[in-house]
Every structure is written in structure tokens, then in C-alpha cells.
């Protein structure tokens, strides 16, 4: 800890030093980021950090992306893929079959194969890369029996160059799946990137992506070159020293104001309905959540498990109306608790490793392992069911509020809010976004200072 909060005082000093750099024609610019860490890995499958994952988002590109509508819906959109089609086959599995653009190709102008999914899924699924996001595979065939390289799983290229993908069964949520890392492709000898980026150099405190210039999409302009720094405490105070650092994963005082993201995380609140059996109370245990008057006793001993980084204001008109005990635990005690059922309101963050809104509603399914109301309703399940099965968008969209609605009726869900990532600027820099999954995207960053 004493370390952390050191290197965080550094970057502090290099965030402040920073804002006094000085400027760079658009024609010439190098953005230079602090990262809060070197990057252990630039395999897609492996990376976890929001460092690494930012990295890799520069250099890897999927068959789909993730684009926000105007109504702040999440939409999957063609990246890698030109198009795609889905069949239901008559034992129940489910084909996707994705023609790839004709121009998409890796960094050294190779064309960007089927093969090369194929490739990247099959290392994770067989274990050859011990990705963290491996049981998202297993919606393949095949992918959750899988045993060795002679074990058949629902992967394929065409003859004409298209992969095919066999599902178990209906998963609409498939296309909104394919935006997470660990889908993204990798040649098999490692050297080349699909991306908007390449690595072009690297060293024990420096990582260079500079344009592809074989990227099919909007071109990244040519002269826009990333850098990220990160390393020992020497390297980082020489770096201090010149003044050139634009952005930081790290906290930059309270005088800077950080441009926020989403992280991908839901805060929430759930209720237990074997311990709180009637809808009705529940309701009255949510409306005192949000801050409404205590007007009448519940008269029942409600325990709320939590953690310690949840917030206590939200407790407190529910403690008025309620012999209220709040269990704050560590995270490996607060586990072992929320598995025991050991809570009637439990505090709860989730984290998805891909943004979908089908998949917090899905932990309420009946026998969910994610079911920690201890929910069971028929008619939810079956609308989870219409919504793995329903490929059209705007009509699984309508399905997913249909759903959460059932959830808000019932006194089982209360949503809290969602986390946040920040990253400090220069005043000066303009043209950074983040997407749903949290992952900041500098290909159109713009410093314009004096």
C-alpha cells in the first residue's frame, strides 16, 4: 500500500508538471500517456488491467464493436465483419456465419483470415492461453467439453473465406460478446496488429503504437503517434523533468478535472426473497434505499451485507424503520456471506466483461448461479428466453426493459448507479471518448495548447 501511494504521489507531480508542457502542432503531435502500470501482456485473450485492455483496443479489431445510440442504448455494429447472417438448426444449436470485409487486413498488409479467429478462440478454449475470459466460450459447441485438439467445436471457415460459428443453443447476446478482448483475433505468430495501431518500439519504460497504415476504417492521422510511459521511479522523474506528459491513468490532483468514463460496472442492490418472502415489503425496503421518509416501522431485523466501498448515506432511513444491521465485510469474508445467504438486502457490483444489457438480468433466472435473490418466476424466465432468442435489436432492447421491469415490480432490484474511470488530462486535449466497456480511445485526440 505505502508503495501505491508513493507511485500515485509521482504521478501526481508529473500530472501537475504536465500542464506546463508545451504545445504541439496537430501536424507533428505524440500524445504521451502515463499508464498506472507497465502492461504485462498485448494479447487480447490476457489482458485484464484498464491499462492493458486500452493498449490492446489500439491494436486489435473484432468482427463486431459496440457504438451507443442516441437513446444511451448499446448497439453491436460491423468492425472486422462486412455482415452477417444467423441460422436456427434443427437440433436446437445456432450458426452464425460472418462474411469478412474484403480490405481488412493485419499491419504487414496481409488479409485478416477466418483462420485467425479460429485460431485466437481455439488457444483459449483449449487453455494454450489461460485467459481470465474463458468461460465466455463456452457458448460454442463444443467449447465447454472441450478435451483436446481432437475434440470438435462449432468453429469453421468457409470456401469462401467466411467463419462460421455454432452455438449450443439461441444467444442473441452473442454479436454485443464478440466486443470483448478476449474475442478479438491474433496471427498465430504474434507479429502483426488488425487495429488502428501498431507497436512500432518499446522499452523497459516506453511503448510506441503508430498508425496502421493497412487499417481498413477511418484512417488514424498519419502524424498521431501514442506513447505510453511507465517503469521504474528514476524513469518516471526524468520524464517529470521534461514536462511532456499529456494524460494519466493516475491521479492528478484536485485542481485537475478528469474526464470520466464508464467502467462497465453496475452497483445495485438486491433482495433476498426467501428471507423477505413478500413483494410488498421488499418495495418498502427499496423506496427507504432511495431515501424515502421512514413512515412506518417494518417491523423485522433487515441485515444488509456490504463491502467497504459502498456507500453508508444509503442506509440511513432504512436503519429509521428498521432494526438494521450493516455487515460490512472484506471482499473474501463478504463472498463467503453473500454465497452462505447470509444478508436479506445485499450490496452487489457487477462487473461484465462485455456490455450487454440482457446480462445483469440474466443472474435473476432461476437457478442462476448469479441468483443471489433466490428468485424464481416462470414468467421471467420465459422472457429471458424470448430475449436469448430474439436477433432483432430494437425488439430484444424492448424484451430486456420488459424484463427489468418484472425485477423493479417484484422488489428484487434495485440499481445504484455505475462505476467510473477516470482519466487526467491537460486542459489543452481534446477528442478522447470512452466506450461501454470503459476502454479509452485516443486515435482521435487533438492538443491544442498555447
Known sequence: MKRRIRYMALVLVLCMLALTGCAQPRDTMTLRVCLDAAPATLDPAMASSDAERTVVAHLFENLMKLSRGEDGSIQPVYAAAKSYTVEDNLDGTETYTFTLRQDACWSDGTPVK?????????????????????????????????????????????????????????????????????????????????????????????????????????????????????????????????????????????????????????????????????????????????????????????????????????????????????????????????????????????????PDAAVLPGWFVSGSAGNYAKYNNEEFDEMLSKINAETDEAARADLIKGAEKVLEDDGVLLRAGSGQTALYCHAALTGITCDAAGLWDFGGAAYTAG
Open 114 to 354: 477466418a483462420e485467425d479467429f479460429i485460431t485466437a478462440w481455439t488457444r483459449v478454449i483449449s487453455g494454450a492461453a489461460e485467459s481470465p475470459y474463458r468461460y465466455l466460450f463456452d457458448v460454442i459447441l463444443g467449447a465447454g467439453d472441450y478435451e483436446n485438439e481432437e475434440s470438435k467445436l462449432g468453429l469453421a471457415a468457409t470456401e469462401d473465406g467466411k467463419l462460421q460459428v455454432t452455438l449450443e443453443g439461441d444467444y442473441a447476446g452473442f454479436p454485443h460478446m464478440l466486443a470483448a478482448p478476449a474475442f478479438w483475433p491474433v496471427r498465430e505468430d504474434g507479429s502483426a496488429y488488425n487495429g488502428r495501431y501498431a507497436v512500432s518500439g518499446s522499452d523497459e519504460s516506453t511503448l510506441t503504437l503508430t498508425p496502421n497504415t493497412h487499417y481498413h476504417g477511418a484512417k488514424t492521422p498519419a502524424a498521431l503517434t501514442l506513447k505510453y510511459y511507465y517503469g521504474d521511479m528514476a524513469a518516471l522523474e526524468a520524464l517529470a523533468a521534461d514536462g511532456t506528459l499529456q494524460a494519466t491513468f493516475g491521479y492528478a490532483g484536485e485542481d485537475i478535472t478528469p474526464v470520466m468514463g464508464d467502467n462497465g460496472v453496475t452497483v445495485c442492490y438486491v433482495l433476498n426473497t426467501e428471507r423477505l418472502p413478500d413483494a410488498a415489503q421488499r418495495q418498502q425496503v427499496i423506496k427507504l434505499l432511495v431515501g424515502a421518509e421512514a413512515e412506518v416501522s417494518l417491523e423485522q431485523a433487515v441485515t444488509l451485507l456490504t463491502t467497504a466501498d459502498a456507500p453508508a448515506d444509503a442506509y440511513a432511513e432504512l436503519a429509521k424503520a428498521a432494526d438494521l444491521t450493516v455487515n460490512v465485510l472484506g471482499y473474501e469474508e463478504y463472498k463467503a456471506a453473500r454465497a452462505a445467504g447470509e444478508y436479506d438486502v445485499l450490496y452487489l457490483a457487477v462487473s461484465t466483461d462485455y
